[in-house]
């Protein structure tokens, strides 16, 4: 605590011009599909790793779009650790608007290891 | 195309005015409204009343939910009643605040006829007065604006920094109250605020239009008025310095009470906070308001306009302008007695 009793407020708005569209773009050639998602979470509902874990796919690919590579990390943000995803497959099979979200999590983590 | 621009005209009063005073300035910028009057009365010769039984408009308390709205109608009413008792038609409000409640309770009763009965009746119950609804309601800056070209020749400076023979550069400000709450209250509505503008390119400056201009000054009421909050009110001024800063302002000029005292304090608060001062020598960007600009124009004495009392010291401004000024009189009272000087701040040189 300073000895004003308060601080200045940091914004929380996301400048999606700040960020580096690279990945992004380079993640939408590799699985188009991408692009379909909706975010209606239904991934995080049947995700197996997310029944143990706080690993929180819809989360993951949010972050993504907007560009926030740095909170893909393990201690930033647990939930959106992709390292948890044990590749089941099954968030491809319940997905409304067929998103390879399987294909989704791996490219990411290449994407993400490889920048 | 013509109807189109009505709406970012007004009718502004020539003479017989009713002067309301602020609860706030008198204390930040005591010398402000003392000038106005000076200036309306010895410079333009008008007819103005400064009644000794004037109170609050309950803006601040209005605005921060404290004050339910029958409790400020009737207060101002009251006021409405000190005026028509006086004789005048004409109410000018000093504060930017005062002129949105009265512009918003006015259009209310326009709307809502018995909630103007409801207000008479609630005066007479409580103090057995009566009232007429003003003819005109302008803000002072209003009436500065209006009269900036008689002005002009009266001035003894001009907005141009006497080193370069450049016009200053100045950041104005409007109060949101002034023109957002009823857009065609203010010269120049909302979008092109042109009542300080029109003052500044009268008087030989120039005025910047940075992408941030419309934005709150940060007072916002709630957001200052409970500590924990003012995080947020800091944030909204520092977005507009950071905004402004790459243009170099000489002066930032303001009508409204609140602006001016968040845009001149927080730069202190912003300097100890993170060491961050928006001019390039680290004192910070003067703030005026219209009033003390107009006096210093004109010659006034600069310590009797108050502008001791500012955070950001404004000596350096003078001499750009070239208007001279006694800094051993700087902390000398209208009684005659010194008072203390403050103490400096640790990052914001003064």
Redesign the interface.
Known sequence: MNKFGFKISTPRSIDLDNGDRRLYDELVATVPSYRYCIGCGGCTATCSAGQFTDFNIRKTHFLFSRRQYDKLSTELLPEADLNKCMLCGKCSLVCPRGVNTRGLIVEMRMLLNNK | MKRFWNGYQKAIADDHYFYERSCIRQTFFPGSETAFLKILREELGKDILDNPHQHTCTGIGYHSDVVPFDTTMTVVARLFALMTECGYKNYVPSCVTSFGVFTEVMAKWEEHPELKEKARQYLWDACKREFEVPENVAHPSDIIYKFRHELKPKMKYQLVNRFTGQPLRVVEHIGCHYAKIFTQNGIGNAEFPYVLAGMIEAWGGEVIDYPERRHCCGFGFRQYLV??????S??NT??KFESMESYEPDFILTNCPGCNMFLDKWQY??A???HKTYDKEGYGIPVLTYEELTGLLLGYDPWSLGLQLHQVQCERLMDKIGIPYNPSEKYIGISGRRHPSPEKPEYLKV
């Not at chain 2, 500590?227 to 947020?232: A, F, H, S």
């Open positions: 500590q924990e909050n003012r995080g947020y800091i944030a520092q977005k608060t912003i100890e906070m993170e």
